[in-house]
Antibody
Framework: EVQLVESGGTLVQPGGSLRLSCAAS????????MNWVRQAPGKGLEWVSY????????YYADSVKGRFTISRDNAKNSLYLQMTSLRAEDTAVYYC?????????WGQGTMVTVSS | IVLTQSPATLSLSPGERATLSCRAS??????LAWYQQKPGQTPRLLIYDASNRATGIPARFSGSGSGTDFTLTISSLEPEDFAVYYC?????????FGQGTKVEI
């Protein structure tokens, strides 16, 4: 069964840092591009970042560029999102999502709350 | 690229036809997907590349369009279809989603 399981979400103070992880199983992880997508409480979906299977191509939304870093470890079937200089507006459920072209599989998400 | 979905809310009854629109601020060719999200659940891929149903998606869901104008049609609403629907483009960076259309009873 294809599965994506996020972890690492928690309450963090403004200006703080956090690292999210996503554990993949049930498919050949290195063959797929991966994304982070977030959803603020009661709001719509916002694409955050993308990394290709080989980590050669990486892209970010303007709202997180320079603060967030996406990475992956294909040997560990894992995707990461290092978040720094966190702001209240970063509060959201963060989803890990698989893509070949279109995003087709989503994890259940991990909640990040930025508040003092 | 800005994706504008309309209407924001669609109030219909089971058995009725639903027509949802997604308009792009510039051409995205056919690189547009539709997702369904129910409360408390993860988004589910319905349609990819404008008109292709994803695996396991019922035939009552169909997508059409290219360039800047796209439509998701649900031919006859089932009770489980009441949800929020998002379009998303993968033609340009950054990837973007529409703001969503809520289909309510």
């Amino acid at each position: 069964e294809v599965q994506l399981v996020e972890s690492g979400g928690t309450l963090v103070q403004p200006g703080g840092s956090l690292r999210l992880s996503c554990a993949a199983s049930g498919f050949t992880f290195s063959s797929y591009n991966m994304n982070w997508v977030r959803q603020a409480p009661g709001k719509g979906l916002e694409w955050v970042s993308y990394i290709s299977g080989s980590s050669i191509s990486i892209y970010y939304a303007d709202s997180v560029k320079g603060r967030f870093t996406i990475s992956r470890d294909n040997a560990k079937n894992s995707l990461y999102l290092q978040m720094t200089s966190l702001r209240a507006e970063d509060t959201a459920v963060y989803y890990c999502a698989r893509a070949i072209g279109t995003i087709d599989i989503w994890g259940q998400g991990t909640m990040v709350t930025v508040s003092s | 690229i800005v994706l504008t979905q309309s209407p924001a809310t669609l109030s219909l009854s089971p058995g009725e036809r639903a027509t949802l629109s997604c308009r792009a601020s510039q051409s995205v060719d056919s690189y547009l997907a539709w997702y369904q999200q129910k409360p408390g659940q993860t988004p589910r891929l319905l349609i990819y590349d404008a008109s292709n149903r994803a695996t396991g998606i019922p035939a009552r869901f169909s997508g059409s369009g290219s360039g800047t104008d796209f439509t998701l049609t649900i031919s006859s609403l089932e009770p489980e279809d009441f949800a929020v629907y998002y379009c998303q483009q993968r033609s340009h960076w950054p990837r973007t989603f529409g703001q969503g259309t809520k289909v309510e009873i």
